[in-house]
């Protein structure tokens, strides 16, 4: 079956790094737009970033401000998000997902991983 995996979550100080990666199954995933949404106990769940099958990337105007970047590997049907400069308010739980395009509520994504917890200590 089509799944998605993440890993590299986990328990950080404020200003160190994570790097996020997401395996996916099942089928090829050339043609989907790859990405992570992200969301918060009591919050509304955001999107992060993406990048389409030829390289084409999307962040979050809001909150990653050149901290983050997300990258691929086609071959390997996979996608990582290098997280730098942590703050407390980046922790929550990180969701990989894949679509044709990516809506910022999240509502046309076709597969989502189960996630992964993030959490920035001050």
């Known amino acids: 079956q089509v799944q998605l995996v993440e890993s590299g979550g986990g328990s950080v100080q404020a200003g160190d790094s994570l790097r996020l990666s997401c395996a996916a199954s099942g089928r090829t995933f050339s043609n989907f737009v790859l990405g992570w949404f992200r969301q918060a106990p009591g919050k509304e769940r955001e999107f992060v970033a993406s990048i389409t099958g030829s390289g084409g990337t999307r962040y979050n105007r809001d909150f990653v401000k050149g901290r983050f970047t997300i990258s691929r590997d086609n071959a390997k049907n996979t996608v990582s998000l290098q997280m730098n400069s942590l703050q407390p308010e980046d922790t929550a739980v990180y969701y990989c997902?894949?679509?044709?395009?990516?809506?910022?509520?999240?509502?046309?994504?076709?597969?989502w991983g189960q996630g992964t917890q993030v959490t920035v200590s001050s």
């Open positions: 997902a894949a679509a044709y395009m990516f809506l910022p509520n999240g509502r046309n994504i076709d597969y």
